[in-house]
Nanobody
Framework: QVQLVESGGGLVQAGGSLRLSCAAS????????VGWYRQAPGKQRELVAV???????NYADSVKGRFTISRDNAKNTVYLQMNSLKPEDTAVYYC????????????WGQGTQVTVSS
């Protein structure tokens, strides 16, 4: 089992920055990748960014050049640095961990609200 706890959300003006943190505990050795998803009201949850165990990263087109995902293995924590925020970035952001095993379901955090005012 893996537990994920997000922090760092809040209210920010357009053009501002926030950094989200996702702290993992439990059987973290079973995880091959950690990502951030977001869900805005009335919309489907979408992938924002993901980082693999080897450090490879992937971003949604809408956040490329503005968001950066990184990890601190010593702290079992993944970060999402969000710069140049736009009102359309407003959503609940969820941390996701993908296990190596295909028999195991993804793990999710409880979510953290990010609100960007215009």
């Amino acid at each position: 089992q893996v537990q994920l706890v997000e922090s760092g959300g809040g209210l920010v003006q357009a053009g501002g920055s926030l950094r989200l943190s996702c702290a993992a505990s439990g059987s973290t050795f079973s995880i091959r990748a950690v990502g951030w998803y977001r869900q805005a009201p009335g919309k489907q949850r979408e992938l924002v960014a993901v980082i693999g165990n080897g450090g490879s990263t992937n971003y949604a087109d809408s956040v490329k050049g503005r968001f950066t995902i990184s990890r601190d293995n010593a702290k079992n924590t993944v970060y999402l640095q969000m710069n140049s925020l736009k009102p359309e970035d407003t959503a609940v952001y969820y941390c996701n961990a993908k296990p190596w095993s295909g028999y195991e379901s993804d793990y999710w955090g409880q979510g953290t609200q990010v609100t960007v005012s215009s």
